[in-house]
């Protein structure tokens, strides 16, 4: 099997443009990589190694790179609540965090948008794996707006 960088470039550079309009960012594709970066970060925190697997599994090269960056495997945090996992997603954002989430409903549009966006690559069996595994009150995450 071939590598081919160039393609795999593209095709982050085209998914980033795109998901920064859908994230309502106009061009801004580095804020969209940034908040793209710390949700996926964020979930394989909360979510199993056994589960992240199977999710990536589904991913492009693209995405599954940035989802694998800087990952050690650790014990799953104990995230119950949507503000806990937004607190999350900004600390994996870092100090841009202050810009790029500056409210939690923002933060939380973001997250919905995020999930709509990679519904493209994630089958609906893998989403109600992904939600088994998330705790009770992140379920809606994954349902509220991408299941059908």
């Known amino acids: 099997m071939a590598l081919n960088f160039i393609q795999f470039a593209a095709e982050a550079?085209?998914?980033?443009?795109?998901?920064?309009?859908?994230m309502n960012l106009a061009d801004d594709t580095d804020k969209a990589g940034r908040i793209l970066?710390?949700?996926l970060?964020?979930?394989?925190?909360?979510?199993?190694?056994?589960?992240?697997?199977?999710?990536?599994s589904q991913f492009p090269m693209?995405?599954?790179?940035?989802?694998?960056?800087?990952?050690?495997?650790q014990k799953r945090q104990k995230i119950k609540t949507m503000p806990e996992f937004i607190d999350?997603?900004?600390k994996y954002d870092g100090v841009t965090s202050i810009h790029d989430f500056e409210s939690d409903q923002l933060a939380e549009n973001y997250l919905d948008t995020t999930f709509i966006v990679l519904r493209q690559y994630i089958?609906?069996?893998?989403?109600?794996d992904l939600r088994t595994v998330l705790p009770k009150n992140l379920k809606?995450?994954?349902y509220q707006?991408?299941?059908f």
Do not use: P
């Open 37 to 39: 970066s710390a949700t």
């Open 62 to 73: 693209f995405l599954k790179a940035v989802y694998v960056n800087g990952w050690t495997i």
């Open 145 to 147: 707006n991408i299941m």
């Open 123 to 128: 089958s609906l069996g893998e989403l109600e």
């Open 88 to 90: 999350l997603v900004r």
């Open 13 to 22: 550079n085209t998914f980033l443009k795109k998901y920064a309009k859908e």
């Open 140 to 142: 809606s995450m994954i």
């Open 41 to 56: 970060h964020a979930l394989r925190d909360v979510i199993t190694t056994e589960e992240s697997l199977q999710l990536i």
